[in-house]
């Protein structure tokens, strides 16, 4: 499988954006989807996670009520909408999928994408 993240870029503070992370190469559906993000000099980090057939949802305590992830099994696409962004936000976010359970632990997923960078400026 291949996935090829986009939507990243330049955004004020308390902006919004949409990332896409489309997938190609197996049955999308069979695997949970996430989000992390790495900044600069920090260790990547958990930001979402989606089911299988998007039924439940997980989100780091620091994104919940401004981030939503959804998918869409007919486009093999997962997307992290982005609200009221923070400059602590910043980070290149990257996609990924796993299979089996939904989960947050990174060493579970198997497949990642190359990263979109996400700037939020105060």
């Known amino acids: 499988v291949q996935l090829q993240a986009s939507g990243g870029g330049l955004v004020q503070a308390g902006g919004s954006l949409r990332l896409s992370c489309a997938a190609s190469?197996?049955?999308?559906?069979?695997?949970?989807s996430g989000w992390f993000r790495q900044a600069p000099g920090k260790e990547r980090e958990f930001v979402a996670a989606?089911?299988?057939?998007?039924?439940?949802?997980l989100y780091a305590d620091s994104v919940k009520g401004r981030f939503i992830i959804s998918r869409d099994n007919g486009k093999n696409t997962v997307y992290l909408q982005m609200s009221s962004l923070k400059p602590e936000d910043t980070a290149v976010y990257y996609c990924?999928?796993?299979?089996?359970?939904?989960?947050?632990?990174?060493?579970?997923?198997?497949?990642w994408g190359q990263g979109t960078q996400v700037t939020v400026s105060s």
């Open positions: 990924a999928v796993k299979p089996y359970e939904l989960g947050l632990d990174a060493k579970e997923f198997d497949t």
């Open positions: 190469g197996r049955t999308f559906s069979r695997y949970v």
């Open positions: 989606i089911s299988r057939f998007g039924r439940s949802t």
